[in-house]
């Protein structure tokens, strides 16, 4: 194996965490839960997205959210968007940067964001120069890239074409979401070590959900093919609310506290990190599905 010897973590947990839950998490929380997790290490953060309050009600706070973040030189807060609108109100937020949501599958894209793929990549094209123009980068990021719920498998040839046009468009960085935990390790060795030979020059990122218990498996088939971003949301927590039976995405503390005990640097402090992660369990009022929050790190020495 040649794993990276160090990674970039995302976390997603205020946005993709807490978008399909069903009682409001008050705006203050979601705050204190953010300024947390940047103080913990994390130096890119989802925090939020501007997406319509009709569609999320959750998210209809994000301008809000976004006035009120600690504003700190280490930390790139950057909302995802689907759409100029609201990348417009991303950018009048003060975003670090944009990270524009589409779909590989019609069907899904349609559910989603209500607009074909080929509307979203006409959508990116007038957002980049907006964003440009205001010294703001954008990455995009591709759901359904390993399997659709509605559409089942996704051609790699088809997510290839998609990439092609995203960076011809502006985008500088590309994440690959497996929005519904269809994935397997040696898909993901394939399909993303294909696509990076085929694109060296492309910044590669996945975002995975352990739906399916695959998550970690994913990640290491991920280090494998040289991939460096990983979104991850604090605790497990998440799952989209226009995808049938989402569940979470793989938990940040659970993916750095592998990597760590790797060898992999992450510049994440793991203690801070677990206690973000039980902090959220105190604000959702629940157990989470982060496994590390629960059972401590590997190094603890128990009393015998
Ligand atoms: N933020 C806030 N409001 C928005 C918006 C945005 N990004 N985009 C559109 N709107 C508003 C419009 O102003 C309009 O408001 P009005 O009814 O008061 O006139 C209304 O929403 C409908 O606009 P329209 O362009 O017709 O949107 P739509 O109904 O076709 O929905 C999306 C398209 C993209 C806005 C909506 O599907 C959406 O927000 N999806 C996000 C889904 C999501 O977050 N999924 C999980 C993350 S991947
Ligand atoms: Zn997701």
Redesign the pocket.
Known sequence: MQLPQSVTMREVGTR?GI?SLGAFVPTEHKIEMANLLAGAGLKRIEVT????????PQ?ADAGELMAALERRPDVSWEP????L??AR?ALDARSDRLVV?LAASDTFNLK????TVEDSLRNVSEIVPLARAAGVPVSAGI?TSFGCPYEGDVPAERVGQIVDRLIELGCDEVSLADTTGMANPLQVERTVGGLRERRPDVQFGLHFHNTRGMGLANVMAGLNVGVTVYDASIGGIGG???APRATGNVATEDVVHMLEEMGIQTGIDLDALIGCAQRMSEILGHELPGQVMKAGPRAVRHAA
């Open positions: 993709d978008q997205s501007f997406v319509s309050p009709k569609a999320v998210m995802l968007v689907p759409n609108i609201g109100k949501v989603n964001i209500r607009m759901a989209c609310p226009f």
